[in-house]
């Protein structure tokens, strides 16, 4: 009857570098979670219990900065976001219905953004 290690906290995915929006892999609850992706790694501390799909602020977005995932503007904070707070509909409006006629209609990816 040994102690139980304590468990791994949850992970979210950062896509792009120039993101402050990174996507749980997984349901976080208040408290630690781990950052991957192109910019390295890092830790940061969720705000609130966030669903597993949905994304998490890696850095404060103040009041009308752009929500920036997939190193594209999605959309505009409608109120100042911290660090860890979940972003959603609630504290940003989208900008992606603005570019929709640039998403390819079967993999919505951008065609209007040039790959290197």
């Keep these: 009857m040994g102690s139980h290690p304590a468990a791994s906290p949850p992970v979210a995915f950062q896509i792009n570098a120039a993101d402050n929006v990174a996507t749980l892999l997984e349901p976080a609850m208040p408290g630690p979670v781990v950052v991957r992706g192109s910019a390295g790694e890092?830790?940061?501390?969720?705000?609130?219990?966030?669903?597993?799909?949905?994304?998490?602020?890696?850095?404060?977005?103040?009041?009308?900065?752009?929500?920036?995932?997939?190193?594209?503007?999605?959309?505009?904070?409608?109120?100042?976001?911290?660090?860890?707070?979940?972003?959603?509909?609630?504290?940003?409006?989208?900008?992606?219905?603005?570019r929709s006629n640039a998403f390819d209609v079967r993999t919505g990816v951008p065609e209007d953004v040039t790959y290197e």
């Design 42 to 98: 890092k830790q940061i501390v969720a705000e609130q219990a966030i669903e597993h799909g949905h994304k998490i602020a890696i850095a404060t977005i103040a009041p009308g900065e752009s929500i920036i995932k997939f190193g594209v503007v999605i959309g505009a904070a409608t109120r100042a976001i911290q660090q860890g707070e979940w972003v959603h509909l609630h504290n940003c409006s989208s900008r992606l219905d603005e």
